[in-house]
């Protein structure tokens, strides 16, 4: 007669080459895409591209910064009768955003060689963003109306009482 013991690590053999043939079952049945052996190789090249994509980027947004002469962004109200402002020079928006992108991309990929990246809750990175962007959206309405406010009322101030004066004494 079968001891406790053997009958025990007679069912935990079965459970084993059940879940076995289940898995090899499974196997037959859906096609698997192994996993690449060279995923390091591959992020690396991979952070190399992003890094050129982003070097270029970088040089395309200062052709476009001097070919359209966008100096006048920084320039003195003074220097401004040089520049003249039209709707074209939007065009540098795109890769603005785009190099944002490819920095983000590029450092992303250069942490996952060191690092293997965890994956992450759909539905909490929704709420998470969402919840982010309404925070900002309402902190930066508040601090821009009270900084607005409180600008407006001392230049107001000022202003009224300069013009008030000038005017009350012709």
């Known amino acids: ?95 603005l955003v785009s190099q944002f992108i490819l920095i983000s991309l590029t450092v992303l990929s250069f942490v996952s060689l060191f690092k293997k990246l965890k994956s992450y809750d759909e539905e909490g990175l929704i709420c998470g963003l969402i919840g982010g962007l309404i925070f900002g959206l309402i902190v930066g309405l508040i601090s821009g109306l009270i900084v607005g406010l409180i600008v407006g009322l001392i230049s107001g101030l000022i202003f009224g009482l300069i013009f008030g004066l000038i005017r009350g004494f012709d």
């Open 1 to 95: 007669m079968a001891t406790k013991k053997q009958l025990n690590k007679k069912i935990e053999l079965l459970e084993r080459q059940s879940v076995k043939q289940e898995v090899a079952k499974h196997k037959s049945n859906y096609i698997h895409i192994p996993k690449p052996k060279g995923l390091t190789i591959g992020k690396f090249f991979l952070t190399i591209f992003l890094a050129f994509l982003s070097t270029m980027n970088f040089l395309l947004i200062k052709l476009i910064w001097n070919h359209f002469n966008l100096g006048y962004v920084f320039a003195k109200d003074s220097e401004m009768i040089n520049y003249v402002i039209e709707g074209i020079h939007l065009i540098v928006l795109y890769p």
